[in-house]
């Protein structure tokens, strides 16, 4: 469970991060950077579609800053992953609620 989100500061089981990461269901990937760091495109998360989550919630930002390319979306359609994507205050809310009632996935941009 995702226990606080404050601009730059997530913490999911008692670990407080304070840089970009992935939450998959075996591990978590941080410090998580993309290729271009406020567009997603499909390769940043290459783990994820491996994973093949049946849920993938994407948290955009404090501000909903990071743009999600037309590519991620398809991507997960073709793989029949569901994407939630919103602002990361509201994306941590959804992961919480969705935990443990599937195989999820999370990938959150914790800054702007």
């Given amino acids: ?5 404050s601009f730059g500061r997530l913490t999911f089981q008692g ?3 304070s840089s970009d990461l992935i939450i998959l269901p075996q591990k978590i990937i941080h ?4 290729q271009s ?7 940043d998360i290459e783990a994820v579609w491996i994973e093949q989550p049946e849920t993938l919630v994407i948290g ?3 501000f909903g800053l990071m743009k999600v390319s037309p590519e991620v979306i398809d991507r997960a359609a073709e ?13 941590v809310k959804t992961f919480n609620s ?15």
């Fill in 1 to 5: 469970m995702i226990e606080h989100y």
């Fill in 15 to 17: 670990q407080t991060y």
């Fill in 31 to 34: 410090p998580w950077w993309r």
């Fill in 37 to 43: 760091g406020h567009k997603l495109v499909a390769a």
């Fill in 60 to 62: 955009t930002g404090f």
């Fill in 79 to 91: 793989l029949n992953i569901r994407l939630v994507i919103e602002k990361t205050s509201r994306a």
């Fill in 98 to 112: 969705l935990l443990g009632h599937q195989k999820l996935a999370g990938a959150f941009h914790l800054t702007c």
